[in-house]
């Protein structure tokens, strides 16, 4: 017998360290070759880390949420004949080894022994029953366990079809199309139980960097409602002409193509800030930053040389784009790089925001709610469809002369959409 030691390979071009997000083994485990281990993160992207042999592993580098350095020991795994690693030189296991973190069931704790009580509650007995049959953490990627913790389902109770008995959504689909999981024979009780949820991968990246923004910072955020009824109208219009061969139009192409004409004359607001130098740096090309929710967080693809991009082109290319980030493909050349960010809500936006920067952008531009209000035009009140948009600056780097400026040359463009069809 040998043991054949797996280390953290280099994920990404300067790339030193990245972050341990999930662990698909536990020490005694027997691995195929092949076999995905576990999951690291560097940037905002993940990578699966692969085993290259077949064995039994019997050694774990950390826990989740422990930072590993590149080309660092990150398991052992005990195989048939020589390893690659002479045994004598390895560092002694630690008394307690790394183990996957445990779930904590969000409806319910599973009894040892089935009570006369539970033979009443035919939901308690199926996750007894799958409990004992699992014997540990069931296998699952996080966007299934995200989803089961806010279904209200213990993924114990969920049997497995994929590669080891790995949980798919399709069987948490199955699992709850059969209403195991609606909770409706428990008895009406106070919900006790307390979830420690350790920030871990995108979402502590995410932490770190709004923390980054707002520390080093002083934003102005301006607000300012602008008339889209022309705007809207433009793009029903275009979407009625041209949506069948060149895709549909939202809102936010017409965004990026203001941004881009609002920043040609105020080239210093599509910068980025150099903390430590205290050097400025201005870019001629504008890379927009699409601020993304995904079921793992929020994520910002970048589409660049939006300057040279049509309407269609830079919808096609934001509808690319946000799915690679919902999927989990995005690499991390589309998720770095941006000059200058847009922020929406959607439909769930409010009547304002206050967009944080994107650090070390110096701009970012927030689409709020559009709705339809009363607008008196000097005569009498029409329907007018309005938005506001919310654009926050960090003030080191741009006076609030300049910012109010570049808010209403927005307005002006978004209110005026035609000037937005105009070849420069």
């Not at 660092?72 to 002479?86: F, S």
């Not at 704790?109 to 699992?134: F, H, I, L, M, Y």
């Not at 195991?180 to 990246?205: C, D, F, H, M």
């Amino acid at each position: 017998m040998g043991v054949f030691s797996i280390r953290l390979p280099d994920v990404g071009e300067g790339v030193a360290e990245a972050e341990l997000v999930e662990w698909n083994v536990k020490v005694g485990d027997v691995v195929l070759e092949d076999e995905m281990v576990g999951a690291v993160m560097t940037d905002k992207a993940a990578v699966e880390i692969p085993t290259s042999v077949t064995g039994k592993v019997i050694w774990l580098a950390g826990e989740v949420g422990d930072v590993i350095a590149v080309g660092a020991e990150l398991i052992r795994v005990e195989v048939e004949g020589e390893g690659n690693t002479d045994e004598s030189q390895l560092q002694a296991p630690e008394s307690k080894p790394a183990q996957p973190p445990e779930v904590t069931p969000a409806v319910v704790e599973p009894p040892a022994t089935v009570s006369a009580e539970d033979t009443e509650n035919p939901v308690k007995q199926t996750v007894a029953s799958a409990t004992n049959t699992t014997n540990g953490k069931p296998l699952a990627a996080p966007s299934v366990r995200k989803r089961a913790r806010d279904s209200g389902v213990d993924l114990r109770a969920v049997k497995g079809s994929g590669p080891a008995g790995r949980i798919t959504h399709e069987d948490l689909d199955s699992y709850q199309s059969n209403g195991a999981s609606n909770g409706a024979n428990y008895s009406r009780q106070p919900n006790t139980a307390i979830e420690e949820v350790k920030v871990v991968g995108l979402r502590r990246l995410i932490a770190n960097k709004m923390s980054q923004s707002k520390k080093h910072i002083p934003h102005i955020t301006i607000v300012e409602e602008v008339d889209v009824t022309s705007l809207e109208q433009t793009r029903e219009e275009l979407n009625a002409s041209y949506e069948a061969e060149r895709g549909k139009l939202t809102v936010l192409p017409f965004m990026m193509k203001a941004v881009v004409e609002a920043v040609r004359l105020q080239p210093v607001i599509n910068s980025l800030y150099d903390d430590t130098t205290e050097v400025i740096s201005q870019y001629g090309g504008v890379h927009i930053g699409i601020a993304t929710q995904t079921d793992n967080g929020l994520m910002v693809p970048v589409v660049r040389h939006c300057e040279i991009r049509s309407l269609w082109d830079s919808a096609a290319e934001v509808g690319r784009l946000a799915a690679t980030c919902r999927d989990g493909s995005a690499v991390r050349d589309e998720l770095s790089g941006s000059t200058i960010t847009i922020t929406s809500l959607g439909p769930l936006g409010a009547i304002a925001t206050t967009p944080i920067i994107n650090h070390p952008e110096v701009a970012i531009v927030g689409i709020n709610k559009m709705v339809t209000r009363p607008f008196w035009d000097g005569q009498q009140f029409v329907p007018r469809k309005m938005m506001n948009i919310s654009c926050s600056f960090d003030h080191r780097v741009i006076d609030g002369w300049d910012a109010a400026v570049m808010v209403q040359k927005l307005k002006a463009l978004l209110e005026k959409p035609a000037m937005l069809l105009v070849e420069a």
